[in-house]
DNA sequence: CAGATTTGACCGGT
DNA sequence: ACCGGTCAAATCTG
């Protein structure tokens, strides 16, 4: 599937680099000032929180900013957006689709026909890890096809919000290698949800992952989160993610891999995905018996 | 018993 | 027609 960030933008990309870079910069500056402060930690820290806090403002009115650019630059994809609110429930009978009610069909299923759009302009990008690690989202699986050419099943999750808050993210994860375990995870569209359960530590704990075998890719540009995205950069500054999931049994050597890798999940239509890191192990076990199946 | 997962069938794009 | 993505009934699990 080539779900693709929108590639006709020249200007506003830009713009939203331009941001984002921005944002990096305050990062930085956010993050010699907590490093200070850390210093001389003796004291009552109460008056380096102001500066601090805005300095987190500024970068959050950065992304936003950015990312409001970038989702103007493809009204595509927000009408897409508004108009699968409602694609799920179908039994109330959407179904503005044309013609055909011959309902000779058969009815050992119901009707499902029209019951759900495919979306093909929704963003996505993709993040290959050598383990499974939590997003910090709660993803519900709703699916697993065997795809061509491919050694292992794709699974499929969506948001477990889709129904109560109508969150429409989706995401695949894929297992594209056995010996050095490799995952590829292929995230679509936004988080629309609050999903916040627990606010990570993520702030104030900001030394740069030593190990970032992380790669991300927006539809075709692959971008390893090091240094070829400004706007990674800011996250990997700003972010770490420290996974405890446990990796169900066998597989131990995902699970010392496990704690050295990070990921960055965005959220382009809210302001950031900051606030979304949280605990919540979700993909655990199914991939791992792929072959047991 | 409610929520998550499994799994076969259906649907839409190519 | 093929293939990937999604649905939803059945099943599992805590």
New binding site residues.
């Given amino acids: 599937?080539?779900?693709t960030w929108p590639e006709s933008l020249p200007s506003s990309k830009k713009k939203a680099i331009k941001e984002l870079v921005q944002g990096r910069d305050f990062v930085n500056q956010l993050r010699s000032l907590l490093n200070k402060s850390a210093g001389d930690n003796n004291n009552n820290n109460n008056n380096k929180a102001a500066p601090a806090e805005d300095l987190v403002v500024k970068i959050l009115n950065s992304f936003t900013n950015s990312l409001s650019i970038l989702n103007n630059a493809e009204s595509d994809e927000v009408s897409q957006i508004q108009a699968n609110t409602h694609?799920?429930n179908?039994?109330g009978g959407p179904k503005s689709?044309e013609s055909s009610e011959e309902t000779s069909?058969?009815t050992?299923?119901?009707?499902?026909?029209?019951?759900?759009?495919?979306?093909?302009t929704a963003q996505s990008w993709t993040k290959e890890t050598p383990s499974l690690t939590d997003d910090g989202y709660?993803?519900?699986?709703?699916?697993?096809?065997?795809?061509?050419?491919?050694k292992f099943p794709?699974?499929?999750?969506?948001c477990?919000h889709?129904h109560d808050q109508g969150c429409l993210a989706?995401k695949?994860v894929q297992r594209i290698d056995d010996d050095p375990p490799k995952y590829r995870s292929?995230y679509?569209g936004q988080h629309t949800c609050s999903n916040f359960l627990k606010v990570p530590e993520l702030f104030l704990n900001s030394s740069p992952p030593s190990d970032s075998s992380v790669l991300l890719s927006f539809d075709n540009s692959t971008i390893t989160n090091k240094q070829d995205s400004p706007f990674f950069t800011s996250f990997q500054s700003s972010i770490k993610q420290e996974y405890k999931e446990e990796i169900p049994s066998d597989q131990n050597d995902i699970a010392h891999i496990q704690s050295s890798s990070s990921d960055y999940l965005i959220s382009p239509d809210r302001t950031v995905a900051f606030e979304s890191l949280g605990h919540m192990p979700?993909?655990?076990?199914?991939l791992d018996?792929d072959n047991g199946?």
């Fill in positions: 599937m080539e779900c694609v799920t179908w039994n689709s069909r058969n050992t299923h119901k009707d499902r026909r029209g019951c759900y759009k495919r979306r093909k709660a993803w519900r699986k709703y699916g697993q096809k065997v795809i061509l050419n491919a794709r699974h499929y999750y969506r477990t889709k989706t695949h292929t679509i979700v993909l655990s076990s199914t018996c199946m």
